[in-house]
């Protein structure tokens, strides 16, 4: 496998709306696959399905242009459960010293939960003609009493699990190099071991789950992540395929 080296070069800001915004911008000037641009606070940090995403300093705010042989819908989806598996096993080892490391979960489509809480959620774009913006937010050392109220009990801190302080610029060198790693396999063997590992590390397969999207509410249970990276979830007898929408594990 040829190793890629994502994370270079690395461009810090102290404040900007969007990393994805400035990585756009980038990316259409021609910057290199690999690039990334991480904030110290985003003042208008957007999140899946229109909605913004709370930035105050303290987090992991980053964008990561890549360059992958295609763009199309599927390829952003795959691309998202790429960055999803990389913070979960970047979580993983700087937790692992931890006498009881915290439960490391990735939620379809692009949320890592660490104990049950929300800790990171990923971001795919794509970036027309051939870019496609992989944006990260990982609540690092944010306490979830910064977020705003409505999302303050559903999300946590890696901090706030791990009980002390977490070094920034140490967790951005492991989260790329498992970014690198995953996003190299990908690359080389497609998106089957990356969905092998995802279904490993599932917080939804084989539970029951309610689904609320754009076009679509369901109860179901979720059985399977499919090659292209959509969620399979069967109702009595019937599958349905889900595309995008948001996923909540239902306690019986
Ligand atoms: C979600 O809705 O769960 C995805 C949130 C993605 C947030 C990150 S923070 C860095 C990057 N820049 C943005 O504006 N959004 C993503």
Known sequence: ????RLGRPLIRLETVDSTNR????????????GTVVVAEVQTGGRGRL???????RGGLWLTTILRPPATAGETV????LV???AVAEAVGRLTSWLDQPPEVRVKWP?????????LAGILGQVCPPDAVLLGIGLNLNVSPEELPFDVRSLATSLGREAGRFMDP???????FAELS??????????????????LDLSATIGRPVRVSGPDLELEGEAVDIMDDGALLVRTGGRDTVVRSGDVSVRTQ
């Open 50 to 56: 229109g909605r913004s995403w709370s930035s105050p």
């Open 1 to 4: 496998m040829t190793p890629r």
């Open 110 to 118: 692009n949320d890592v939960h660490l104990n049950g809480r929300k």
């Open 169 to 175: 610029s140490a967790s951005l060198e492991v989260l």
């Open 22 to 33: 400035a990585a756009a911008e980038l990316a259409g000037q021609g910057a290199a696959e």
């Open 181 to 198: 790693h995953w996003y190299g396999r990908w690359l080389d063997e497609g998106f089957a071991p990356i969905r092998r590992r995802c």
């Open 77 to 80: 989806a795959t691309l998202a």
């Open 83 to 85: 960055g999803g598996v």
